[in-house]
């Protein structure tokens, strides 16, 4: 071996050395294309098949009786200002219920959490409560209080069935919201008790400063879709007798012969419940990330 082709090599790479790095790749332009296609193929599916469904219901010998019993335009509007009145009392029973459930399923969250030896009959209470109201149907409880407390004629205690409607309601839901609340709990890292004791903190302190505020986090998003399915369910009050929008479209319907005034109910419903389901999903994605950031 030569030293000309011992040098070769070197000759080779100071020649690489002064050519330097690669050249960038070409800038490619924006493809509209590849970003409009996804959404036009979807919009054009959302058309085809809900256009193919108006036109099979439409297409139907008796559409033009259904149109004019439930889609009635007049009748709708003659309607509107009474089941929009008893809406309101769907509102505010929902509001006034939401915030008892959501205050009294914590505390039976946090007796039945608690752990120390001398908390065991609560601990049980608690069990026995929250088998027996979410085993028990929402509306069968709703009769039960709504009809049977007012005929005992309890000295002190209210007799109207909209308020004891809305007690069954709270009761029934607390006992779904407190193993919510127990889930969130039960989610807290061990650790966090252990770090907490080490600082000499007793079992309440505990529960206040370490495990509840990072479980109430953690159970926002299936919080939410109680809320949903609550706002829908004090509809069920009705039954007793409380003039809600759904009593106050049956009372119309019953008067006219004309269901039209029930889908008025419907849409008032699902303007308040599509948005917070919205929300719900909203959250629930927003937890998705935060914990995937976490767990990176």
């Known amino acids: 071996m030569t030293r000309h082709d011992i040098a070769a090599p070197d000759r080779a790479g100071n ?29 054009i599916s959302i ?26 335009l007049d009748a709708m509007i003659a309607a509107f200002p009474r089941v929009l009145q008893g809406f309101w009392i769907n509102m505010q029973i929902w509001l006034t219920a939401l915030a008892c459930i959501l ?15 001398w908390f065991a009959p609560f601990r049980l209470m608690v ?27 309890l000295p002190g205690l209210p007799n109207s069935g909209l308020f004891w ?25 061990e650790g966090q008790r252990a ?10 302190q505990t529960l206040r400063y370490a495990i509840l505020p ?3 986090r953690n159970v926002v998003p299936a919080l939410m879709n109680i809320v949903v399915a609550l706002q829908k369910d004090v509809a069920l009050l009705s039954v007793i007798g409380v003039r809600d929008a759904v009593r106050e479209a049956q009372i119309y319907t019953a008067t006219t012969f004309n269901y039209s005034s029930l889908i008025v109910a419907a849409g ?28 990176d």
């Open 103 to 117: 205050i009294w399923a914590l505390v039976l969250a946090v007796l039945r959490a608690l752990r120390a030896p």
């Open 15 to 43: 020649n690489d050395a002064r050519r330097g790095p690669p050249p960038p790749p070409p800038h490619r332009g924006f493809d509209w294309r590849a970003a409009l296609m996804p959404g036009l193929i979807s919009t």
């Open 165 to 189: 409607g809305g007690v069954a309601m709270v009761l029934s839901y607390s006992a779904y919201v407190a193993e919510i609340y127990r889930s969130g709990i039960d989610a807290v890292h």
């Open 195 to 204: 770090a907490a004791k080490s600082l000499g903190l007793g079992e309440w």
């Open 127 to 153: 069990m026995i409560y929250i088998d027996i109201f979410r085993g028990v149907p929402v509306l069968l409880l709703v009769l039960l209080f709504g009809f049977g407390i007012p005929a005992l004629n």
């Open 47 to 72: 058309i085809v098949v809900f256009g193919a469904l108006a036109w099979f219901v439409t297409s139907a010998e008796q559409w033009p009786r259904i149109r004019l019993q439930f889609f009635n």
């Open 268 to 295: 008032l419903f699902l303007l308040a419940t599509v948005p917070m389901a919205r929300l719900a999903d909203y959250l629930t994605r927003r937890d998705r990330e935060r914990r995937l950031q976490i767990a």
């Open 214 to 216: 990072q479980a109430l």
